[in-house]
T-cell receptor, first 112, second 114 residues
């Protein structure tokens, strides 16, 4: 594809439900990142995948958050038992190694 | 620890006026530095980046930034602002040891007056 795509663009869920957010990186990019953008808090790093290496999960805020990347391409970020403080825009980015990251449009998550 | 500071949360300028957005970073090694712009409801678009070499870098949309190691700064400038430049601007430093991830500043929201 031409760029990084994310789905859904918007997700409204009830507190306690699980949600899955999807990211399709740029074809051929080996690195994939998830960030969270909260109002008034800027962007924070969540998790990083690079090739077949073990992911860097150091930014995940709690064990309710997990992510996987299948076949070195598509990634899914899962949030279990959502809380209101999980409401944010979740951004995915991909890159060709240690180079510029290209961002998707984001998924806006609202937890009621 | 690595950090990025954008001291101005909001900036308002008149169309046609010059612009400077400040960015200061804290990073032990030679940094990779970036400026991104985010228009309402949009993802982040790369304006410019500095990896090495000439400390004055040119970007898209008429923006430029200057890396000043002595001041740990990477300020973004534009000589004449257009109404379409109204957006949020983020400075970021990439960690070059271990995981190549971005540390972002909190952003500067630019308002342009007609």
């Amino acid at each position: 594809g031409a760029g990084v795509s994310q789905s859904p663009s918007n997700k409204v869920t009830e507190k306690g439900k699980d949600v899955e957010l999807r990211c399709d990186p740029i074809s051929g990019h080996t690195a994939l990142y998830w960030y969270r953008q909260s109002l008034g808090q800027g962007l924070e790093f969540l998790i990083y995948f690079q090739g077949n290496s073990a992911p860097d999960k150091s930014g995940l805020p709690s064990d309710r958050f997990s992510a996987e990347r299948t076949g070195g391409s598509v990634s899914t970020l899962t949030i279990q038992r959502t809380q209101q403080e999980d409401s944010a825009v979740y951004l995915c980015a991909s890159s060709s190694g240690a180079d510029t990251q290209y961002f998707g449009p984001g998924t806006r998550l609202t937890v009621l | 620890a690595q950090s990025v500071t954008q001291p101005d949360i909001h900036i308002t300028v008149s169309e046609g006026a010059s612009l400077e957005l400040r960015c200061n970073y804290s990073y032990g090694a030679t940094p990779y530095l970036f400026w991104y712009v985010q228009s309402p409801g949009q993802g982040l678009q790369l304006l410019l980046k500095y990896f090495s070499g000439d400390t004055l870098v040119q970007g898209i949309k008429g923006f430029e930034a200057e890396f000043k190691r002595s001041q740990s700064s990477f300020n973004l400038r534009k000589p004449s602002v257009h109404w379409s430049d109204a957006a949020e601007y983020f400075c970021a430093v990439a960690t070059t040891s271990g995981t190549y991830k971005y540390i972002f500043g909190t952003g500067t929201r630019l308002k342009v007056l007609a």
